[in-house]
C-alpha cells in the first residue's frame, strides 16, 4: 500500500510562511496527478492546487499567488509553499496522489490521501 505521509503544518500568525511536505513511500513519478487539498471545520472538502505528471498545474482562486506547489522526484515528495498566510486558510490540509493503471484499453484508477496535517493561523 503507498503511503503518503505529511509533514510541516502548525500555528502561524496571519502574513506568515509555512511549507507543508508529503513524502511518498514510493516513487511519484508514477502518479498521473498530486495536489493537495484542505477541509475546515463543517466544510467540504475543497481544492487547494493540483500538479500532473506533465508539469500542469491547477490552483483554485483563495490561494492563486500566496500558495505554490512543487515537486523533488529524487526525494518522492511534493511540497505546497504557503505565504501570506490568512486566518480562512486554517483547516487540516491534505495530500492527494491519482494514478491510473492496468491495459491502456481499460486503465483503472486508484486515489491515495495522506492523514492530514492541521494549519491553524491565529487571528
Known amino acids: 500500500q503507498v503511503q503518503l505521509v505529511e509533514s510541516g503544518g502548525g500555528l502561524v500568525q496571519p502574513g506568515g510562511s509555512l511549507r507543508l511536505s508529503c513524502a511518498s513511500s514510493?516513487?511519484?513519478?508514477?502518479?498521473?496527478?498530486m495536489g493537495w487539498y484542505r477541509q475546515a471545520p463543517g466544510k467540504q472538502r475543497e481544492l487547494v492546487v493540483t500538479?500532473?505528471?506533465?508539469?500542469?498545474?491547477n490552483t483554485a482562486d483563495p490561494v492563486k499567488g500566496r500558495f505554490t506547489v512543487s515537486r523533488d522526484n529524487a526525494e518522492n515528495t511534493m511540497y505546497l509553499q504557503m505565504n501570506s498566510l490568512k486566518p480562512e486558510d486554517t483547516a487540516v490540509y491534505y495530500c492527494?496522489?491519482?494514478?491510473?493503471?492496468?491495459?491502456?484499453?481499460?486503465?483503472?484508477?486508484?486515489?491515495?490521501w495522506g492523514q492530514g496535517t492541521q494549519v491553524t493561523v491565529s487571528s
Open positions: 492527494n496522489a491519482y494514478e491510473t493503471f492496468g491495459p491502456v484499453e481499460r486503465p483503472q484508477s486508484r486515489d491515495y
Open positions: 514510493r516513487s511519484i513519478v508514477r502518479f498521473d496527478r
Open positions: 500538479i500532473t505528471k506533465g508539469g500542469f498545474v
